[in-house]
């Protein structure tokens, strides 16, 4: 008896898919580029953070020390202006030249030798800083900036902004601060560092309000 099969089975080849040399290192060289390019943004925002922090900062120092200036000078009974030297000695700028110098002799009463402070510019300090000292005293020099490059810091002028020449009654005080900070990561060996350097310049007058 012969049997058949309304059917007829066959064996199905079974096909497995696969990618091929060149498509996987076309995929590896395009997940390579993104990850380059993240790391590349990444970089590049930690540069642009460390550059506008070092602003922020050398901005924030500059105020506090013109602020500093700005409250002794406005609460000040007599204002000098001179030259100070390294073996602790003010020396006002005489009657006739003209009135800008190094330092700045302030009193809060009208005798110059009880409660004055000066402030100023320690230039044979390598760091050229400005500070302040408080009755003569050694135990009272605090640091107001560092890196200072302009000698002449303090300015008598007049109302037009002319250096004078005389001590007037109530001469506008010009305080000039050019200083210089270093700016990671902008430096490069071989170019002894000088674009390491950014430069800044603060300026402010301001009058003495107390009067006699």
């Given amino acids: 008896?012969?049997?058949?099969?309304?059917?007829?089975?066959?064996?199905?080849?079974s096909r497995h898919g696969a990618f091929t040399l060149a498509e996987m290192m076309f995929v590896v060289a395009i997940f390579s580029f993104i990850v380059a390019a993240i790391v590349a943004v990444q970089l590049f925002a930690l540069?642009?953070?460390?550059?506008?922090?070092?602003?922020?900062?050398?901005?924030?120092?500059?105020?506090?020390?013109?602020?500093?200036?700005?409250?002794?000078?406005?609460?000040?009974?007599?204002?000098?202006?001179?030259?100070?030297?390294?073996?602790?000695?003010?020396?006002?700028?005489?009657t006739g030249s003209l009135q800008m110098g190094n330092a700045l002799e302030i009193a809060t009463t009208n005798a110059t030798r009880t409660n004055y402070i000066v402030y100023f510019l320690d230039n044979w300090d390598p760091t050229n800083k400005l500070v302040s000292i408080s009755n003569g005293l050694s135990s009272t020099i605090q640091i107001?900036?560092?890196?200072?490059?302009?000698?002449?810091?303090?300015?008598?002028?007049?109302?037009?902004?002319?250096?004078?020449?005389?001590?007037?009654?109530?001469?506008?005080?010009?305080?000039?601060?050019?200083?210089?900070?270093?700016?990671?990561?902008?430096?490069?060996?071989?170019?002894?560092?000088?674009?390491?350097?950014?430069?800044?310049?603060?300026?402010?007058?301001?009058m003495r309000r107390a009067k006699d």
């Fill in 47 to 94: 540069r642009v953070y460390t550059l506008g922090s070092t602003k922020l900062s050398a901005t924030t120092d500059g105020r506090e020390t013109m602020n500093a200036l700005r409250d002794a000078i406005r609460s000040s009974k007599i204002v000098y202006i001179g030259s100070y030297s390294n073996n602790g000695s003010f020396t006002r700028i005489p």
């Fill in 144 to 206: 107001q900036a560092l890196y200072v490059t302009n000698y002449y810091c303090f300015f008598g002028e007049n109302y037009l902004g002319q250096t004078n020449s005389d001590y007037e009654n109530n001469t506008v005080i010009h305080v000039l601060l050019q200083f210089y900070r270093w700016e990671y990561p902008l430096g490069f060996v071989g170019t002894n560092a000088l674009n390491a350097y950014d430069f800044y310049n603060l300026s402010a007058r301001v």
């Fill in 1 to 13: 008896m012969k049997l058949s099969f309304p059917f007829q089975t066959t064996a199905a080849r």
